[in-house]
């Protein structure tokens, strides 16, 4: 990551944190739109992304992928004083079909960098049948596996309406510029690895439908 764009991010991280202005707020997302333009040739990502942000008590920069149609969030919480990462899990019913290899070396990158799998609905299932299902875990893979196992018990047409969960990386203001945007760095990769996996699943899916369709004509 260049050096000025460090210097420049942190020095208007902290004028947001300490006594913003209005200026600041700008200042900011044009520097974010610069750490996306690096984020994405740093990471080799072969995609077209459309950028817009909102302005609130957490100033977030998007990206939407073209491709996947995931969307990719820088953010600033003035509040807790945290940068956060995040992305939204789409076509979470692939899961089935992603690689062990793939798996293993994601949540590995995931528990190295304090990677957090954060669901925004579910786990789906009666509390008074299994009330031991009633938890907070702290593994990623117990927590996704949990929401997608039984959000997939559901009927099909329920499945297709869930908000199945989220991918946060979060930094407070102890983590110097430099490790937060490494770490940024590879949230960003592997994050739209998932994403992609999952995607890639999917057209494969319709693709083979589709060819069953064919071959009955």
């Known amino acids: 990551m260049d050096e000025q764009i460090l210097a420049d991010y942190c020095d208007c991280i902290n004028r947001l944190w300490e006594s913003p202005e209005p200026s600041d707020y700008e200042n900011f997302v044009n520097i974010t739109y610069q750490i996306w333009d690096n984020l994405i040739k740093l990471c080799k990502i072969k995609d077209d992304f459309l950028f817009y942000w909102s302005p609130s ?4 920069v998007t990206a939407k992928s073209d491709k996947t149609d995931c969307h990719y969030m820088i953010g600033l919480d003035l509040f807790k004083r945290e940068l956060y990462f995040d992305v939204s899990i789409t076509n ?8 062990d290899e793939f798996l293993t070396e994601f949540f590995d990158i995931c528990t190295q960098n ?3 799998f954060s669901p925004d609905s579910g786990p789906f299932y009666e509390k008074e049948i299994t009330p031991e299902f009633n938890a907070n ?10 929401n997608y196992g039984s959000g ?12 199945f969960g989220r991918f946060v990386a ?6 110097d510029m430099e490790t937060i945007l490494n770490e940024l760095q590879i949230a960003f990769k592997w994050f739209y690895k998932f994403n992609y996996n999952l995607w890639k699943a999917e057209n494969i899916r319709i693709q083979n ?8 004509m």
């Open 92 to 99: 979470w019913e692939n899961i089935r079909n992603l690689k």
């Open 170 to 175: 979060v930094w407070d203001s102890s983590k």
């Open 137 to 146: 875990y702290k593994s990623n893979i117990i927590n996704i596996m949990h």
């Open 114 to 116: 304090d990677f957090k």
């Open 152 to 163: 997939m018990l559901l009927p099909e047409k329920e499945r297709g309406n869930i908000s």
């Open 57 to 60: 008590a957490v100033i977030s």
């Open 209 to 216: 439908r589709n060819n069953r369709k064919k071959m009955k």
